[in-house]
């Protein structure tokens, strides 16, 4: 069986500097807020040519605190309302109503699977105060156009870069680097993994990351004192250490990504799939690498048959979640279309040459 993703065999790949790194933290005798999480904010922030990088308990704690921040500024309150793609994963909708804000789902483009911005000046309420793209599967949203928009209207541009470490613009700018705030997650099987749970916000500025950084240690800016009633949501010195060592050939692992989906674009020919469209290489970073069919149970189950494993990247929109129930009357039929046909085939920096010759000729088989 070709697994989806063999994260044993891409952590294996850094075995020794891994368990010096897992010593180094041992022997300090020092596990949370200290030189490896500095060191790792330093070089993450440089990678993504960023003033600050924060380092955080995960993704969705990323987002739910650049929220929170910018209430804490007095920028946004409850009620307000965020554009958010209807087809993201569901952490970019929570991170909003957690912060007593209104998602409001806007559709995505068919093509790139990301937020249309022709959609979203339809959606701009007097109560909308920013919009948050996902640049979704690893490819960059349209930021030029949201940027134009948001300026327009004045609203925060808050970039949900969980799948898109390193991705970068024409312009030369990284995910994460081409809005007001950026949040990643470190979550094991991100392009940027970590060993367990870890995330980070990104912004070039001074007053937000300097809240977002009191915010997460319990709403305190100095040792025991206490400006804002906070949350515990750190990026511990072990998970930092351990980034650290895999950000050093983050680009390298991009790279083998690139050469995987650059041959299943070139040589999966079948009419029954259509295969994703690319707008710029740097752009897209391939987190997945997804297609799409109107018989998607069948390619499964063959492909499965054939020694195959995919999975759906998501099989339920957001809007018909049960958490969201007072949603499920929208009518959103080109995210419901997406979540019904979308299948992701295994795309990874440890894939062989002659899985992926497999899975190519297998797939022209369907
Ligand atoms: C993974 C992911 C998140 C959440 O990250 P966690 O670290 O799992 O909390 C948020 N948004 C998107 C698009 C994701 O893929």
Same mark, same amino acid.
Request: aromatic fraction near 6%.
């Given at each position: 069986m070709i697994k989806f993703l063999d994260l044993y065999a891409v952590n294996q790949q850094y075995k020794e500097a891994l368990k010096e790194a897992f010593a180094r933290v041992l022997d300090s005798g020092w596990y949370i807020m200290g030189n490896e999480l500095n060191e790792f904010e330093a070089n993450f922030a440089s990678y993504c040519g960023t003033k600050h990088a924060i380092g955080v308990a995960n993704g969705l704690d990323a987002l739910i605190l650049i929220i929170r921040a910018y209430k804490e500024l007095g920028l946004f309150k409850d009620g307000d309302e965020i554009l958010v793609p209807a087809n993201t994963y569901i952490a970019s909708v929570?991170?909003?109503?957690?912060? +007593?804000?209104?998602?409001? @789902?806007?559709?995505p483009n068919l093509d790139t699977y990301n937020i249309n911005p022709s959609l979203i000046e339809g959606h701009i309420t007097s109560k909308t105060v920013a919009i948050l793209p996902v640049h979704l599967y690893g490819q960059l949203c349209d930021m030029k156009e949201i940027t134009r928009i948001a300026n327009k209207y004045n609203l925060k541009v808050i970039e949900d870069c969980a799948q898109a470490h390193g991705a970068m613009s024409e312009s030369g700018n990284k995910a994460g680097n081409l809005g007001d705030a950026g949040g990643f997650s470190f979550y094991p099987g991100k392009n940027l993994g970590a060993l367990g749970d870890g995330g980070a916000i990104t912004t070039n500025?001074?007053?937000?990351?300097? !809240?977002?950084?009191?915010?997460? +240690?319990?709403? =305190?800016?100095?040792?025991?004192?206490? $400006? %804002?009633?906070?949350?515990?949501?750190? @990026?511990?010195?072990?998970?930092?250490?351990?980034?650290?060592?895999?950000?050093?050939?983050?680009?390298?692992?991009?790279?083998?990504?690139?050469?995987?989906? #650059?041959?299943?674009? =070139?040589?999966? $020919?079948?009419? $029954? /799939?259509?295969?994703?469209?690319? #707008?710029?290489?740097?752009?897209?970073?391939?987190?997945? %690498?997804?297609?799409?069919?109107?018989?998607?149970?069948?390619?499964? $189950?063959?492909?499965?048959?054939?020694?195959?494993?995919?999975?759906?990247?998501?099989?339920?929109?957001?809007?018909?979640?049960?958490?969201?129930?007072?949603?499920? =009357? /929208?009518?959103?039929?080109?995210?419901?279309?997406?979540?019904?046909?979308?299948?992701?085939?295994?795309?990874?920096?440890?894939? #062989?040459? #002659?899985?992926?010759?497999? !899975?190519?000729?297998?797939? +022209?088989? %369907?």
């Open positions: 929570l991170a909003i109503s957690a912060n +007593n804000l209104v998602p409001v @789902l806007v559709e500025d001074d007053e937000l990351a300097q !809240i977002i950084r009191a915010l997460l +240690n319990y709403g =305190s800016h100095v040792k025991y004192e206490n $400006k %804002f009633k906070g949350i515990n949501s750190r @990026l511990d010195e072990l998970q930092a250490a351990l980034l650290g060592v895999k950000l050093l050939t983050l680009d390298q692992e991009t790279e083998k990504r690139r050469g995987v989906a #650059n041959r299943y674009i =070139s040589e999966i $020919k079948n009419s $029954k /799939l259509t295969l994703p469209i690319i #707008n710029h290489q740097d752009a897209h970073v391939w987190h997945l %690498f997804v297609i799409r069919t109107n018989d998607r149970e069948g390619l499964q $189950k063959y492909l499965h048959d054939n020694g195959i494993h995919t999975v759906i990247h998501y099989p339920i929109p957001p809007h018909k979640q049960e958490a969201y129930a007072e949603y499920s =009357s /929208l009518e959103l039929p080109i995210s419901e279309k997406i979540h019904k046909e979308v299948l992701s085939l295994p795309i990874s920096s440890v894939m #062989n040459e #002659n899985d992926i010759d497999k !899975i190519i000729q297998i797939i +022209n088989g %369907f």
